[in-house]
């Protein structure tokens, strides 16, 4: 399972690497531990996955961006991490802040120059009725 899905309009591919986004999350996911201080996800199973959406509509269209002197063209970026049960809800809160403080440092050029909304969501898994996995990853992780 990806542990973040990046959903965002497309408008903002000219304007940030977004590739580079993805890696600066799962590189923030490496850094979070839990109370005893083991690390929260796994190196092999952390997964970052951007999706741009081609077709969008953002608050008021654009109307007050361009009364107020920008073009008008609203960008918006929701950022979704799915984590196992289990995890304390101090956990839970360091890793959403983590990732929020993360895409706050890579998106600052943006909210300098646009209109832009950034929405970092966690969620726990549900109970799951089947998590089927096969990895070679992994074992790339494990090695002593």
């Not at 073009?71 to 950022?79: A, E, L, S």
């Not at 979704?80 to 890579?106: E, I, P």
Request: net charge neutral; charged share 15%; with cysteine.
């Amino acid at each position: 399972m990806p542990h973040v899905v990046i959903l965002y309009t497309a408008s903002l591919d000219a304007h940030t690497d977004m590739t580079q986004l993805c890696r600066a999350l799962a590189d923030t996911m490496l850094t979070v531990r839990a109370e005893d201080g083991a690390q929260v996800f796994p190196t092999g199973g952390t997964r970052v996955l951007a999706y741009p959406a081609p077709h969008s509509a953002v608050a008021d269209g654009g109307a007050a961006g361009r009364a107020a002197g920008g073009d008008g063209d609203y960008g918006f970026i929701y950022i979704n991490l799915r984590m196992g049960r289990g995890r304390s809800a101090a956990v839970q809160q360091q890793a959403g802040d983590a990732l929020l403080a993360c895409a706050r440092r890579h998106l600052q050029p943006l909210f300098a120059q646009r209109h832009l909304g950034l929405t970092v969501q966690v969620d726990e898994s549900p109970g799951q009725v089947y998590d089927g996995k096969h990895s070679t990853l992994h074992p790339l992780f494990s090695r002593p």
